[in-house]
T-cell receptor, first 114, second 114 residues
Framework: KQEVTQIPAALSVPEGENLVLNCSFTDSAIYNLQWFRQDPGKGLTSLLLIQSSQREQTSGRLNASLDKSSGRSTLYIAASQPGDSATYLCAVRHGSGNTGKLIFGQGTTLQVKP | KAGVTQTPRYLIKTRGQQVTLSCSPISGHRSVSWYQQTPGQGLQFLFEYFSETQRNKGNFPGRFSGRQFSNSRSEMNVSTLELGDSALYLC?????????????FGQGTRLTVV
């Protein structure tokens, strides 16, 4: 059974700091991994999608890496800003990819202080 | 293009009642998945519909059901509501079977059972 874990559960950093969020999964037979952002009471916004054959993806100040063999992904946020404060979730899509089912971690709540 | 639309945004129901939530996916997306989000359990997969057929189901009681129409719009129904059903219900649409199968979420429906 696939399990996804995110560490830390919460993180508080001063503005401008670079930071890394961690995501681990127990079954390496994933199709892809997706990072999301969620603001309080809102839906999920997709940040980055990494296919199982890829090592990393970049979008602006965000960089996500994937090491499928060790069951790990990281989300790197450069030069953090107060607007980055939110909960960050990782999710894996299993197997052949012919499914819409995602398995989520519990999330990391990030606070960036001005 | 238009995103995933969920209606209504907020609902207050009484224990024992039933409720129907609606989700309109991104145009061309045939997979719609539903998730329940609570502070204690995080994001839990309810079920997935693809081409009007339920393809995957999570570990929820039979009170939770859904359906999908020929235009890919989906509804989920919860009967005999319990206090513990209070949650944010999110739906996601995907182009499954494609190489870059990215999930896009709606803003959610906040259900409060009193």
């Amino acid at each position: 059974k696939q399990e996804v874990t995110q560490i830390p559960a919460a993180l508080s950093v001063p503005e401008g700091e670079n930071l890394v969020l961690n995501c681990s999964f127990t079954d390496s037979a994933i199709y892809n991994l997706q990072w999301f952002r969620q603001d309080p009471g809102k839906g999920l916004t997709s940040l980055l999608l990494i296919q199982s054959s890829q090592r990393e993806q970049t979008s602006g100040r965000l960089n996500a890496s994937l090491d499928k063999s060790s069951g790990r992904s990281t989300l790197y946020i450069a030069a953090s800003q107060p607007g980055d404060s939110a909960t960050y979730l990782c999710a894996v899509r299993h197997g052949s990819g012919n499914t819409g089912k995602l398995i989520f971690g519990q999330g990391t709540t990030l606070q960036v202080k001005p | 293009k238009a995103g995933v639309t969920q209606t209504p945004r907020y609902l207050i129901k009484t224990r024992g009642q039933q409720v129907t939530l609606s989700c309109s996916p991104i145009s061309g997306h045939r997979s719609v998945s539903w998730y329940q989000q609570t502070p204690g359990q995080g994001l839990q997969f309810l079920f997935e519909y693809f081409s009007e057929t339920q393809r995957n189901k999570g570990n929820f009681p039979g009170r939770f059901s859904g359906r999908q129409f020929s235009n890919s719009r989906s509804e989920m129904n919860v009967s005999t509501l319990e206090l513990g059903d209070s949650a944010l219900y999110l739906c996601a649409s995907s182009l499954v079977g494609q190489r870059n199968t990215e999930a896009f979420f709606g803003q959610g429906t906040r259900l409060t059972v009193v």
